[in-house]
């Protein structure tokens, strides 16, 4: 009787192994939860533009959280610095900007970007630089891109 039942379990084991279920330990389990992606960069001493980056390039249509932060000491920027975040949708091509333009503080300071978007298969998430490289400081930049 015993082997009937261990053949029963194993049986329903690989018909959920198959179907996408998974045997731990000899709990069977059919439901996954989706696990959302995160990807991170960081531009650590930057003194102009950061380099252009892809994050990511979707393989199917889905939903997007990025935030940009970027955060500086002291000191004057003569014209702008951009950090732009690039994606496609089903009606084109956006650019969405986190900048500081033509500041001068005399203590710390940073700005956040942070926006949700739809982008579509095939078509790369990245971020892209712009702007000066005459920066009397240096500032940081992080980026996460969230697949919702």
Same mark, same amino acid.
């Given at each position: &009787? #015993?082997?009937?039942?261990?053949?029963?379990?194993?049986?329903?084991?690989?018909? %959920? !192994? =198959?179907?996408? @279920?998974?045997?731990?330990?000899?709990?069977?389990?059919?439901?996954?939860?989706?696990?959302?992606?995160?990807?991170?960069?960081?531009f650590v001493n930057q003194v102009g533009p950061?380099?252009?980056?892809? &994050? #990511?390039?979707?393989?199917?249509?889905?939903?997007?959280?990025?935030?940009?932060? %970027? !955060? =500086?000491?002291? @000191?004057?920027?003569?014209?702008?610095?951009?950090?732009?975040?690039?994606?496609?949708?089903?009606?084109?091509?956006?650019?969405?900007?986190?900048?500081?333009?033509?500041?001068?503080?005399?203590?710390?300071?940073?700005?956040?970007?942070?926006?949700?978007?739809?982008?579509?298969?095939?078509?790369?998430?990245?971020?892209? @630089?712009?702007?000066?490289?005459?920066?009397?400081?240096?500032?940081?930049?992080?980026?996460?891109?969230?697949?919702?």
């Open positions: &009787m #015993a082997g009937k039942y261990s053949l029963t379990i194993l049986c329903l084991s690989l018909f %959920l !192994t =198959a179907c996408g @279920g998974s045997s731990d330990s000899g709990i069977v389990s059919a439901v996954h939860a989706a696990e959302t992606q995160n990807i991170h960069k960081a950061i380099p252009d980056t892809v &994050m #990511a390039t979707p393989t199917t249509d889905g939903d997007y959280r990025m935030v940009v932060y %970027l !955060t =500086a000491g002291a @000191g004057t920027i003569t014209n702008e610095i951009d950090v732009n975040t690039v994606w496609t949708d089903t009606r084109g091509t956006f650019i969405e900007p986190a900048s500081w333009q033509q500041t001068s503080a005399p203590s710390a300071q940073h700005r956040v970007l942070m926006f949700a978007f739809h982008a579509v298969a095939g078509q790369p998430i990245k971020i892209t @630089g712009d702007g000066t490289t005459n920066t009397t400081f240096q500032y940081d930049c992080f980026v996460t891109l969230e697949q919702l």
